[in-house]
């Protein structure tokens, strides 16, 4: 009964003396979920199409089933981040119609400007394979991170965009974007056209 009866006063103790600090609560910053990334590992994608490219494995391609969708248009989905690649094809036919499909890529990348805290171009540029194009990484909280396009400068061309399936908050996707876009240089860097 003694011991029942101190440990009772001591706990009574400690509860005022909690209950009395003169210390501030101060809120904790929001957390978010950790992101384990998988090991970069890559396919050669090589499907009938006019040209080849290194994938990460742990994507599922897939051909595109939209209505609309021309030959050799595809969708790379990252399913552990919810995003996918939308690629496309064109077998170009005159300078004129070469000329409006890289000023859409250029439309559809700037379209994001109004919620794009940034969008920066970098030339694609591999005449020994003759693979050119740009790379418009985009910054923001915008549908769309990523938005590229490769030519021959004659006869084909190559464009993707990458998207995630859900409402964008650049800050909590920034690191899956970061880890994405390796996988991307990774396709550009080993893109080639079979003729």
């Known amino acids: 009964m003694k011991s ?15 209950c009395t600090s003169n210390e501030t609560y101060t809120p904790k910053p929001r957390g978010y979920f950790q992101i384990k990334f998988p090991k970069k590992e890559y396919l050669t994608y ?12 742990y994507t599922k ?35 004129k119609e070469y000329e409006g499909l890289v000023e859409d890529a250029r439309t559809l ?9 940034a969008i920066d171009q970098k030339l694609i ?14 910054d923001g909280n ?11 400068s004659a006869k084909h061309y190559f464009r993707g965009a990458l998207y995630f399936n859900e409402r964008p908050q650049y800050d909590s996707v920034a690191p ?3 880890f994405i876009k390796k996988d991307i240089d990774r396709m550009i860097d080993t893109f080639r056209w079979k003729n």
Do not use: M
Request: net charge positive.
């Open 176 to 178: 899956v974007v970061t």
């Open 4 to 18: 029942y009866l101190l440990y009772s006063i001591f706990f009574l103790l400690c509860l005022s003396a909690a």
């Open 142 to 152: 915008t549908a769309s991170s990523v938005q590229f396009f490769l030519t021959d």
């Open 61 to 95: 391609i897939e051909a595109d089933q939209e209505r609309g969708a021309g030959n050799c248009w595809n969708n790379l989905h990252f399913t552990q981040f919810n995003a996918r690649l939308h690629l496309t094809y064109y077998n170009i036919s005159s300078k």
């Open 109 to 117: 990348a700037f379209k994001h400007t109004v919620k794009a805290n």
């Open 46 to 57: 090589d499907n009938g199409c006019p040209f080849t490219f290194d994938y990460p494995k």
């Open 125 to 138: 540029n591999f005449p020994d394979r003759k693979v050119y194009g740009i790379y418009y990484a985009i």
